[in-house]
């Protein structure tokens, strides 16, 4: 056989005999890939390395929160007075101040920075009574955005006391777009349309005033998919409704974990300007602050006719003179069907469901200035009666302070912001409430 041939043909290395005298050689190893590859090993341990690198962002993670909450807990007295975006569009402080027994949550809007010395983060900020008021708030905030807040605080607002302040023209307009859309928090919204504690029939109605403002819901389809499905009201759209709720929750929970990051990094920037709050027990003397705040808003007043602060007066008399004094009480009995007020039941309504112990304070319209648009007293009075009607069906203290519909020096503007002197009398009622037991 030639060369050629021999060099041609196929080996058969498998059967090949070991020509004599070959001395026996031992076989060589096998690469450890081959080994693993040939046991069938690889997908095992790529599969363990996924879930060792998974198992260590999950304790970063939960590591991470958990510092985050201490940091927290450790802060959250320093940080009752002050007013940022983080505190109000998060929830992680929100809900630790609902933990903590010296602390009122106080949830507001832009009346919270009126009253000057009689602000309620002056009042109470050394504890003079035995507790502080947490505010929480931004100008723009309504009863929906409160009731979405609220709906993230969870299980902490339990059992537990809240007190919420309006200004009386919330509940004779619409809300609208621009406070609505500057106030709206991701987090709160996917707490109030998947909360479990409210029924079907109340998230449909709070999912209508939320697709009023459908800007919100751009680039969030899992949402605006569930606020549809709620208003759809067939069976098939329930189904998809309870479909979706479990991605809901998923998507709640990363925006939870979210949140109490963001929260860390705030309170790293803000740790080393905070200080230990003071703590001062005192007797308020509220006959003699209630006294000092009215001779503090005649002289914010001035001599205007209405008692309006002296520089907004100035900005705006020029119109107000312009106003024709003709009656108006049709214009204004129309004004009570905005949604103001339905936004408020709603909030009422969702407390219940939650069994917070709430209440709610709106000083009264500046009945001098109503009276000079035509609004008649009689008109004025449906207004409270519709409030109070409102607290009773529901069984949440309301004040609205109709007594001083006719005092001139409680608020200090057209909207009813409070006044020194007005924001004594709501200061005075925070104290009552939060020292009245349970019951």
């Not at 502080?132 to 009863?143: D, I, S, W």
């Not at 020029?318 to 339905?342: N, V, W």
Request: hydrophobic share 45%; aromatic share 10%.
């Amino acid at each position: 056989m030639s060369l050629r041939r021999l060099a041609l043909r196929p080996v058969d290395t498998a059967r090949r005999q070991r020509p004599q005298g070959e001395a026996d050689q031992p076989a060589p190893l096998a690469a450890p890939q081959a080994v693993v590859a040939r046991a069938g090993l690889a997908p095992c341990l790529r599969l363990a390395s996924a879930l060792l690198v998974l198992l260590v962002l999950a304790a970063a993670l939960v590591g991470g929160t958990l510092y985050a909450r201490a940091l927290e807990r450790q802060t959250i007295h320093a940080l009752a007075p002050h007013r940022f975006d983080q505190k109000d569009r998060g929830v992680a402080l929100q809900a630790e101040a609902f933990r903590q027994p010296d602390l009122l949550p106080l949830y507001g809007a832009s009346e919270l920075g009126y009253g000057g010395e009689s602000n309620p983060r002056l009042i109470f900020e050394s504890y003079p009574t035995g507790f502080n008021v947490f505010v929480v708030g931004n100008g723009g905030e309504t009863a929906i955005i409160y009731l979405q807040a609220l709906a993230a605080v969870g299980p902490e607002l339990q059992g537990k006391k809240v007190a919420i302040t309006f200004t009386p023209d919330e509940f004779i307009r619409d809300v609208p777009e621009s406070y609505y859309v500057g106030n709206f928090s991701r987090l709160h919204a996917y707490a109030a349309v998947f909360d479990p504690r409210l029924s079907f029939g109340l998230k449909q109605q709070i999912a209508r005033r939320m697709l009023d403002y459908p800007v919100t819901l751009k680039g969030d389809p899992l949402l605006a998919f569930s606020l549809q499905r709620l208003i759809g009201g067939s069976l098939v759209d329930q189904a998809l409704y309870l479909a979706a709720v479990p991605l809901g929750q998923l998507q709640l929970a990363v925006l939870r974990a979210q949140d109490h990051w963001a929260t860390y990094w705030e309170l790293e920037s803000r740790i080393t300007i905070l200080g230990e709050p003071r703590r001062v027990p005192a007797r308020l003397d509220w006959a003699a602050l209630r006294a000092q705040a009215e001779q503090s808003a005649r002289e914010r007043a001035g001599d205007n006719p209405f008692g309006f602060e002296a520089h907004y007066w100035h900005r705006v008399a020029p119109e107000i003179r312009r106003q024709k004094e003709r009656p108006r009480d049709d214009a204004f009995a129309a004004r009570l069907e905005a949604t103001g007020f339905s936004d408020l039941e709603l909030l009422l309504q969702a407390l219940n469901a939650w069994q917070a112990r709430p209440l709610l304070l709106v000083p009264p319209l500046p009945g001098a200035y109503y009276t000079y648009l035509g609004v008649s007293p009689e008109s004025r009075a449906r207004f409270y009666q519709r409030l109070a009607d409102l607290g009773q069906r529901y069984g949440v203290e309301i004040d609205s302070f109709a007594d001083h519909d006719q005092d001139r020096y409680f608020v200090e503007d057209r909207s009813g912001h409070p006044s020194p002197k007005g924001w004594i009398y709501l200061d005075e009622a925070l104290d009552r409430f939060f020292h009245r037991p349970a019951g």
